[in-house]
């Protein structure tokens, strides 16, 4: 709340003393520290630090928009609160998360405050909790859905481009995950659209697995992925180390497919279940034998990389990584689930339960880990390596589309900055210390692919693309006035 306070009362000191202590700062300003304030944000809102856009107000959409004192917008990031981090439906009280996300956007990526939009669409809510709740600030009725639910993204789209031109960048977060994938295949085509729960989150972790190769030898091709958790993180990732696979190996992304495996509630997701499996999940679903749990499908599967995605904490077991163990010489333990509570186990369970031997990831931040005299520092595969990187690619480049190719160029150029002595480290990510000059690296990479591709509208191209993002990037000064 001091931070939040600081935010509003002098933003340039808020951005420079996040800037300057972004590793012990993040945790507060984001995950998972968002999470617990999202939960409570009716007991603690004081004053909107977004823009609400509620479904009484259907048919004014544009109307609230151009209420909002900011013309020069260049990014939105927009939730519906439906699925807030493993937290479920939190209503528009999920507000803390598109606040949260354009305060990293700012700090880590150089993108102005000025220029950013945080918005909630208020359609209800399912949480009885809250619907009871006399805090509550939000539309207290039960969440609209269907045909009204559409009508109102629709509005919202074609309201957001009339308003702000086709080069705002939209990024959808946190929509549950019926609507995440239909949102961005619905819009992707002719809206400037990125979700960070399905791409940023696949960038992230691609980055990780393909720094992981340095440590493990091989290509991606050579190796086979399991996934705990079949939602629009564990797809999204899944469908992106496929096209990794197809692009390196020249091979279509049906064959890639067949390194990919999904464990989904129900069990191994196979081809021969009795049931109508959504297309995401219909990809995946191969030859085999039902398997019941985790552990019967890693000892079936035999794979090199276990993913966890599925927001069930400690789910990879001791029994689980200790089969991972005996099947690889090092394990890539991935527990990517949010916040700490919902991590499918812990770094020192990882570290420790593999002899050391795990190479490991994680969404939520963990301390290092002492094992056998060697201290193991856990990488934290957070979202924020990528999207705001990415999204400042995207506004110097002027991309009118955001592409697969775009998103894969992100992840390559992370995976990049990672070195030799990071890996010794057991890091498959650079440290965080240095985020705004892999910001810089990751901005250039994904504008190179904009203007190869044909999408930037920023012209002429610049010479050197990491000095032109760094030049454009704010940076909070005060200025002499002598």
Known sequence: MALMD???????????????????????VYTPTVGEACQKYGSIFRRPQGLYISL???????????NWPEKSIQVIVVTDGERILGLGDLGCQGMGIPVGKLALYTALGGVR??????ITIDVGTTNEDLLKDEFYIGLKQRRATGQEYYELLD????????NYGQKVLVQFEDFANHNAFTLLEKYRANHLVFNDDIQGTAAVVLAGLIAALKSVGGTLADHKFLFFGAGEAGTGIAELVALEISRQGKVSVEEARQKIWLVDSKGLVVASRNEILQPFKKRYAHEHEP?????????AIRPTALIGSAG???????????????????????????????????????????????IFGSGSPFDPVKYNDKLFVPAQANNAYIFPG???????????????????????????????EHIDKGLIYPPFSIIR???ANISARVAAKAYDLGLASQLPRPKDLVKYAESCMYTPVYRSYR
Do not use: H
């Open 6 to 28: 600081l935010q509003e009362r002098n933003e340039r000191l808020f951005y420079k003393l996040l800037i300057d202590n972004v590793e012990e700062l993040l945790p507060v």
């Open 56 to 66: 009484k107000e259907k048919g004014r959409i544009l109307e609230v928009l151009r």
């Open 113 to 118: 405050p000025s220029a950013c939009l945080p």
């Open 155 to 162: 509005e919202f789209m074609t309201a957001v481009r009339q």
């Open 291 to 299: 398997v019941k749990d985790l552990l019967d499908a890693v000892k």
């Open 312 to 358: 069930v904490g400690r789910s990879f077991t001791k029994e689980v990584i200790e089969t991972m163990s005996s099947i690889n010489e090092r394990p890539i333990i991935l527990a990517l689930s949010n916040p700490t509570s919902q991590s499918e186990c812990t770094a020192e369970e990882a570290y420790t339960w593999s002899q050391g031997r795990a």
């Open 390 to 420: 990415f999204g400042l690619g995207v506004v110097i480049s002027g991309a009118v589309r955001v592409t697969d190719d775009m998103v894969l160029a992100a992840a390559e150029g992370l995976a990049d900055q990672v070195t030799p």
């Open 437 to 439: 000059k892999i910001s």
